[in-house]
């Protein structure tokens, strides 16, 4: 059983209104540290002899602005907070944990040797101080830009396309060559094998980077941190009126035919993840939102008594992921979920 299987949760109201930076969360010890070993071996593998990023347990995944040290989310340190943030959010797989580790490596890489304020590297990249913007419209399947974390992330800004460029770069086995020949992210990619070939056997000038918030200074509680990561269109999507395209999609009478029909909300509840995962990747849309709105789907599955026919269950999958997809890019495209 792998440090990230399922745990039940059990927290006592005492502990979900305990202070975070009371909980004694460490790196040390915790099933993190195995990660931040795997990734130091990876790097030492591709030929970067003292470039070592430390990490940092604090509330989200990144690296403060050009500071080489990476922040992971503190719920990862402990089975049971792990578990909540799965209940909440989807918690990240031992896969994802490397991924987003690998991403973070390349914004580390970048501030320790200061590649960003070199002329070849804005040439391939672009300007390091473009405006950062939250919401950004992708352009789906662009060959310009590499594909690793979901929803085109690397379109983001010039500085999210260095690193992930640098995580397809870093993972093992990536066939990153092949895999992006006749791609223009072949170029930035070539890049990234060049500048380490020539950096590999050098001390980065900033080895050691500053954190931002650590978790022995987070003052929130897990109740207020999860409170605070509630989409903001919440409301928004609890105002959607979808009720007739739901019931073309399933039966309207889950009670009849029970040996072949079984209540949709089951179904999707099964099947949420998934769905969740498709959808973030192919569109783009942040993730805490696209979660909202296949809940929402869900629920409103359940009240209005839908069911679905067990043998068509591949089906409906398809036919809701691809309803979603179509509410998730209605809301990149236009701001709203559905037109007026």
Known sequence: MNSFERTPVVLSDELLRKPIKDLGLRLEGSPLEKFVVQLHEELARKGLKFFRPACYLTDEWGCPDQEP?????????????????????????EREIM???RHEAGHAFNYAYALYKTDEWKTLFGPFRRPYRDHYRPVPFSRRFVRHIAGWYAQKHPDEDFAETFAVWLTPRSGWRKRYKGWGALHKLRYVDRIVRR?????PPRA?????????????????????????????IAELALDTDLADIFLRR???RRA?????????AEHRKEIVDKVTY??????????????????????LKLGALKDREAAYVV????????????YLTRGKFTQS
Do not use: C, H
């Not at 990862?76 to 792990?82: E, G, I, M, R, V």
């Not at 950096?199 to 001390?203: R, S, T």
């Not at 050691?208 to 928004?236: H, K, L, N």
């Not at 192919?282 to 009240?303: D, M, Y």
């Open 69 to 93: 040290i990476i922040g992971i989310p503190f719920y990862l340190a402990d089975p049971k907070l792990a578990a909540l943030e799965r209940e909440m959010n989807d918690l990240e797989d």
């Open 319 to 330: 036919e809701i992921t691809a309803y979603t997809t179509t509410l998730a890019m209605n």
């Open 254 to 256: 889950v009670s009849r």
């Open 282 to 303: 192919w569109t783009g849309v942040r993730r805490p939102l696209v979660k909202s709105l296949v809940e929402w789907i869900e629920r409103r599955v359940a009240e």
């Open 260 to 268: 072949t029909v079984r209540p949709a909300a089951e179904m999707l």
């Open 199 to 203: 950096l590999g056997e050098q001390p």
């Open 99 to 101: 991924m987003y580790l």
């Open 208 to 236: 050691i980077g500053a954190p931002d918030i650590t978790v022995e200074q987070m003052e929130q509680t897990i109740e207020e941190f999860y409170r605070s990561t509630t989409p903001d269109e919440a409301q928004t």
